[in-house]
C-alpha cells in the first residue's frame, strides 16, 4: 500500500524532476532545446518581455482600481502617470442599494484576454499522473508571446510567502505572494504548474531569463510573483518567464522543455 501510494505521488511529480529528465535525456530528446551560447538563449528580446509585462501589469492596476487609491493616495505624484484615471473612477463605480460605493471590475483572467487576447488557467494535465496543467481557455497565444511566469526564487516557497513583506514600505508591495492561494493577483503566475513534454506531448513553451530593470515602474512591483532571497547579491530582480514557442490556441495545454548550452 504504501510502495503504491509512493509511486502515485512520484508518477504526479516526476515531469517536474529536474534529475529525473536529466536521467531520461536520450529517451526524450524533445525537452531539450539546444542554443549555442547563454548569452543567446532568447526567444524573444528583454524589450519585448518587458513590454508585455508592462502593458498586463498596467491593464490590471487600472482595473483594481479601488485598492490602488491607497497607495495613489501615498504617492500622489503617481497619478500623473495615469490620465485615465479620471475616466476610470467614473465609470467602474455604482451606488449599491445600501448606499456604499461598490466597484465594477473583471477577474485578472479577463483583464488577461482583453489585454493580451488570450487567457490561461490551471486544470488537470493531459498527461497521465502529471497533476495540474496550465491551459489556454481562450484567445490565441501568438508565437514569441509571453505566456506565464515562474514564480518564487531559488529556495522553498515558504520563504517568499515571509520576504515578501520584507522590503515594503506603507501600501507599497515589492511583490506578489498572491499565486501560493488560490486568490491569483497576476493571471500569468502560473508557470511553476506548466509540466514538461513529453514523448506523446511536444513543447509548445521554454523558459526565458529576464532581468527586471532598475526603472521598472513601483507600482507595478506588486504584480511580480518573484523576490530576492538577500539583499548582499547587488544585481537586478532575475525572473523567469516561459515563451511560446509556437501557436497556442483554445484547449490547448502548455509544456515546456529545457534546455542545453553548446559551448
Not at 508585455?52 to 501615498?74: C, E, S, V, W
Not at 522590503?167 to 488560490?182: I, R, V, Y
Request: charged content about 20%.
Amino acid at each position: 500500500m504504501f510502495w503504491r501510494a509512493l509511486r502515485r505521488r512520484w508518477e504526479s511529480y516526476k515531469y517536474r524532476f529536474v534529475p529525473w529528465i536529466a536521467f531520461n535525456l536520450r529517451h526524450k530528446r524533445r525537452t531539450l532545446r539546444f542554443v549555442p551560447e547563454e548569452s543567446k538563449d532568447k526567444i524573444v528580446p528583454d524589450e519585448d518581455v518587458l513590454k508585455t509585462l508592462l502593458k498586463t501589469f498596467r491593464a490590471l492596476f487600472i482595473n483594481d482600481l479601488r485598492r490602488q487609491m491607497f497607495l495613489l493616495n501615498f504617492l500622489p505624484k503617481l497619478k500623473s502617470k495615469y490620465p485615465e484615471l479620471e475616466t476610470a473612477c467614473s465609470t467602474i463605480s455604482k451606488v449599491v442599494d445600501d448606499n456604499q460605493q461598490s466597484q465594477i471590475i473583471f477577474n485578472p483572467e479577463e483583464v488577461l484576454f482583453n489585454t493580451l487576447g488570450f487567457s490561461i488557467t490551471r486544470s488537470c494535465s493531459s498527461l497521465v499522473s502529471a497533476g495540474t496543467g496550465v491551459f489556454v481557455t481562450k484567445g490565441l497565444v501568438p508565437k514569441g508571446t509571453v505566456v506565464s511566469m515562474y514564480p518564487g526564487m531559488k529556495t522553498i516557497v515558504f520563504s517568499n510567502r515571509s520576504c515578501s513583506k520584507r522590503d515594503q514600505f506603507g501600501p507599497l508591495k515589492m511583490s506578489d505572494a498572491f499565486w501560493l492561494t488560490n486568490s491569483m493577483q497576476n493571471p500569468l503566475a502560473v508557470g511553476q504548474y506548466v509540466n514538461n513534454c513529453s514523448t506523446e506531448k511536444s513543447a509548445n513553451v521554454c523558459y526565458q531569463e529576464f532581468d527586471v530593470p532598475e526603472y521598472f515602474p513601483i507600482e507595478f512591483k506588486q504584480y511580480l510573483p518573484n523576490i530576492k532571497y538577500s539583499h548582499e547579491v547587488q544585481r537586478p530582480l532575475r525572473c523567469v518567464v516561459l515563451v511560446a514557442l509556437q501557436s497556442i490556441g483554445p484547449g490547448e495545454e502548455l509544456f515546456s522543455n529545457y534546455y542545453t548550452i553548446i559551448s
